[in-house]
């Protein structure tokens, strides 16, 4: 796809689309105050264990696996893994953006105000700031692996974004991106990275067949550059009948890409991990030994992220297996 061709469709509606997202904002105002990170004194250790390996292998470029429109049952979603099950076509995704020269130490997260590294995964960037325990202790080698990326500022990411906002020029960082870039474009130019969590859980119109076609773009882009995407289901229902889960699950399985499944995660959690606004998820220092704070929300997103990114890592890097 041609970057004149991919900024220039559907051109009228983004802009329509961005033009009522911010008169949303200037009626409602509760997308920055509601999104603003929940701030709590973090502490803990963890020991370094090996780092994982690349494996590369020479192999010719593999062309784009084709999709297929997939139909789901309407609750078959709820009981998918939340840590990914990893296809050939993700390993494929990651051997075209290997040897184009993708970074293999490099993830990049792509969403809203969820995801910004204040309260997003930053915390495995230092180490005092969480505690693996016993059980988790298999996380450190992934952790050392991509250190550095769990605390970098995305260009994809931003408090009010939604999946219309990351793919349109007019919201890219005029100080890092270039003229007619989209913030999703500029982050993978950028950053050039072998992973990237996508996580949207922000959609003012009503329509969920308006998300799905923009979310499908999102992943159409990050493939072509060469990016196995990760996409991940959300804990809130404020749409009233999971209809952006379905969506989300329904691309994944289109793609055939890795799904991180959190809403599942956070359905035994009391409120299933949310706060009385029905949004916004509960919060906890990242003490992942500790039962107490285990029943917030905010532990257990970071804890299957980081899962999710470990099982996804290995799987891609490991060796082909020989038929």
Request: proline letters at 8%.
């Amino acid at each position: 796809m041609s970057e004149a061709k991919f900024t220039a469709r559907n051109l009228s509606r983004r802009t329509w689309v961005c033009l009522a997202w911010l008169l949303t904002i200037a009626l409602l105002g509760w997308v920055n105050a509601g999104c603003a990170g929940l701030q709590a004194e973090i502490q803990g250790s963890t020991e370094p264990s090996p780092s994982p390996t690349i494996h590369d292998s020479s192999i010719d470029e593999i062309p784009p696996t084709p999709t297929t429109r997939v139909t789901l049952a309407p609750d078959a979603w709820k009981s998918m893994p939340i840590i990914p099950e990893v296809s050939e076509t993700a390993r494929e995704i990651y051997q075209r953006g290997f040897m184009s020269g993708n970074n293999p130490h490099a993830f990049s997260n792509v969403g809203d105000c969820q995801n910004v590294p204040s309260m997003f995964m930053a915390v495995f960037d230092d180490p005092g700031e969480f505690s693996l325990g016993d059980e988790y202790d298999y996380l450190q080698g992934t952790i050392d692996w991509f250190g550095g990326s769990f605390s970098r500022e995305s260009q994809a990411v931003r408090r009010g974004y939604n999946a219309a906002s990351i793919l349109s020029p007019f919201w890219a960082n005029p100080d890092e991106c270039n003229s007619g870039e989209t913030p999703l474009e500029c982050e993978y130019r950028i950053n050039k990275p072998i992973i990237a969590i996508i996580s949207l859980e922000t959609w003012w119109e009503k329509e969920p067949e308006s998300y799905e076609e923009y979310l499908r773009e999102i992943i159409e882009v990050t493939i072509d550059h060469g990016v196995v995407p990760i996409l991940t289901t959300k804990a809130d229902n404020l749409e009233g009948d999971h209809s952006i889960n379905i969506a989300i699950v329904k691309l994944a399985q289109e793609h055939d890409i890795p799904l991180w499944n959190f809403w599942k995660a956070v359905q035994p959690l009391p409120a299933h991990g949310l706060m009385d606004d029905g949004f916004h998820l509960t919060f906890a220092g990242n003490y992942y030994d500790d039962p107490e704070r285990m029943q917030a929300a905010w532990p257990w997103r970071n804890l299957t992220a980081l899962q999710a990114l470990d099982a996804v890592w290995t799987s891609i890097s490991a060796p082909r297996q020989q038929p």
